[in-house]
């Protein structure tokens, strides 16, 4: 079965740094296109950056100049660079990835707590 498997969250003080990594297992990583999501409970689960297949990024107003979404194709993995975290960055993050070989299939991981609290 596809496995996306995100880790590197926790506990960060306000100003602080995270790096978040998902790895990806049984998918044709190479050509998937991947994105990190971000969800509060009660609210909508929200696009944080995507990353195509060829490396093109684009990320939401929110985190445009904080966040770095990068992916090695080697080790089957994206990373999402987090820099100057606030308060409003808290937020279960999800990994996404989405092949389109004869139809679309989405991946999802497990979900990772980011926190971000003096």
């Known amino acids: 079965q596809v496995q996306l498997v995100e880790s590197g969250g926790g506990l960060v003080q306000p100003g602080g740094s995270l790096r978040l990594s998902c790895a990806a297992s049984?998918?044709?990583?190479?050509?998937?296109?991947m994105a990190w999501y971000r969800q509060v409970p009660g609210k909508q689960r929200d696009m944080v950056a995507t990353?195509?297949?060829?490396?093109?990024?684009n990320y939401a107003d929110s985190v445009k100049g904080r966040f770095t979404i990068s992916r090695d194709n080697a080790k089957n993995t994206v990373a999402l660079q987090m820099y100057s975290l606030k308060p409003d960055d808290t937020a279960v993050y999800f990994c996404?990835?989405?092949?389109?070989?004869?139809?679309?299939?989405?991946?999802w991981g497990q979900g990772t707590q980011v926190t971000v609290s003096s």
């Open positions: 996404y990835g989405s092949t389109h070989i004869r139809i679309q299939r989405d991946y």
């Open positions: 049984k998918i044709a990583f190479s050509i998937a296109d």
């Open positions: 990353i195509t297949s060829d490396g093109r990024t």
